[in-house]
């Protein structure tokens, strides 16, 4: 966050709630004129502060409304293994994100899917596939309670 004034998070604020908001309407909300703002938005982008835009989806309106999770153990966490899981995992379409662990497990997926026999179909055709996998271990989602893609700054 250095380098980020107040009005630098304002605006990453107001972006990360409505991404599609006018840059006069941003202005207006951050205090600044038009063109400022515009400026300031686009230095953000070109300091990689701002990663990029996304639209987000809802998953029950495209039948991945199942959220599983995966902790996946390698049988060695070479460098040559965890550079070749890291190839292979990205290549899963269903795979929301995946994460180098500390921990019991070596790497911590999440899936979004259609149901139960959805992630079987994943499961042999992809997780049961990759490269080095000692024990794969998945947990189930019943509800998710709080979900966000927005740092508070």
């Known amino acids: 966050m250095s380098g980020l004034d107040s009005i630098d998070r304002c605006i990453l604020n ?4 409505d991404a599609r908001i006018s840059n006069a309407e ?10 400022a703002c ?13 990663a990029g835009c996304v ?13 599983v999770f995966v902790e996946i153990s390698l049988v060695s966490q070479s460098e040559a293994n965890l550079r070749q899981f890291e190839k292979e995992v990205v290549r899963c ?11 019991d497990a070596d790497y911590l997926l999440h899936l979004a899917v259609a149901d139960q026999r959805d992630f079987e179909r994943i499961h042999n055709q992809y997780l049961s596939r990759f490269s080095g996998v000692g024990r794969l271990r998945s947990s189930f989602a019943i509800r998710s309670i709080w979900d966000t893609t927005r740092h508070e700054l």
């Open 14 to 17: 107001e972006l990360q709630q």
């Open 26 to 35: 941003l202005a207006k909300r951050v205090g600044l004129s038009a063109s």
């Open 38 to 50: 515009y400026r300031r938005v686009r230095k953000l982008g070109a300091d990689g502060v701002i």
């Open 55 to 67: 639209m987000i989806v809802d998953p029950h309106a495209v039948n991945r409304s199942l959220d």
């Open 93 to 103: 379409p269903e795979v929301m994100s995946c994460h180098l662990m500390a921990g």
